[in-house]
T-cell receptor, first 111, second 117 residues
Framework: ELKVEQNPLFLSMQEGKNYTIYCNYS?????LYWYRQDPGKSLESLFVLLSNGAVKQEGRLMASLDTKARLSTLHITAAVHDLSATYFCAVDIRTGNQFYFGTGTSLTVIP | GAVVSQHPSWVICKSGTSVKIECRSL??????MFWYRQFPKQSLMLMAT?????????EQGVEKDKFLINHASLTLSTLTVTSAHPEDSSFYIC?????????????FGDGTRLSIL
């Protein structure tokens, strides 16, 4: 059974602090995606990671992928309130972009 | 702007009603679209893969007679929840990619919030 697990599930942090969200998956894949979801909204694409060692950065967020460890990280630097949302990783294990989503991490940044 | 359009955004109906949800790719052709369901404060669960011109592929545990999928054209997939009951209330989201082993992320519709009374 495929498992895509995120850690932590809930995260509350103060503005200006740093933290890392982890995404572990249980099967071979070299395509991993990070999405953001605001309450009541659909998903917004953040990062596409397509190979071992891939690192992408956008603003205060940086994502990396280690396919050997089956681990991706989403690092938050100097958090701001606008980053409050739920973050999902998703693994593509088949052709045709069929995604399996992680458990999600609900992030609250406190001013 | 949005590249995948989903309609309706929110629907409330009585138990026993059938509800159709549309998913359209706006500026590209999608031979494959995906349907997900999301319960409150939970992750997205893949329900089925919609294949243009052929039968949908359902994930284990998803009733194909309950959730009818039709992908009649390269830009439109529909999900019909037949004889809906309160336990079918959920947030349904479709997605489409620009094809194949793309290095592009899936584009998601805005979702349909279904409430069955």
């Amino acid at each position: 059974e495929l498992k895509v697990e995120q850690n932590p599930l809930f995260l509350s942090m103060q503005e200006g602090k740093n933290y890392t969200i982890y995404c572990n998956y249980s099967t071979t894949s070299d395509r991993l995606y990070w999405y953001r979801q605001d309450p009541g909204k659909s998903l917004e694409s953040l990062f596409v990671l397509l190979s071992n060692g891939a690192v992408k950065q956008e603003g205060r967020l940086m994502a990396s992928l280690d396919t050997k460890a089956r681990l991706s990280t989403l690092h938050i630097t100097a958090a701001v309130h606008d980053l409050s949302a739920t973050y999902f990783c998703a693994v593509d294990i088949r052709t045709g972009n069929q995604f399996y989503f992680g458990t999600g991490t609900s992030l609250t940044v406190i001013p | 702007g949005a590249v995948v359009s989903q309609h309706p955004s929110w629907v409330i109906c009585k138990s026993g009603t059938s509800v159709k949800i549309e998913c359209r790719s706006l500026d590209f052709q999608a031979t494959t679209m995906f349907w997900y369901r999301q319960f409150p404060k939970q992750s997205l669960m893949l329900m089925a893969t919609s294949n243009e011109g052929s039968k949908a592929t359902y994930e284990q545990g998803v009733e194909k007679d309950k959730f009818l999928i039709n992908h009649a054209s390269l830009t439109l997939s529909t999900l019909t929840v037949t004889s809906a009951h309160p336990e079918d209330s959920s947030f349904y989201i479709c997605s489409a990619g620009r094809g194949g082993l793309s290095n592009q992320p899936q584009h998601f519709g805005d979702g349909t919030r279904l409430s069955i009374l």
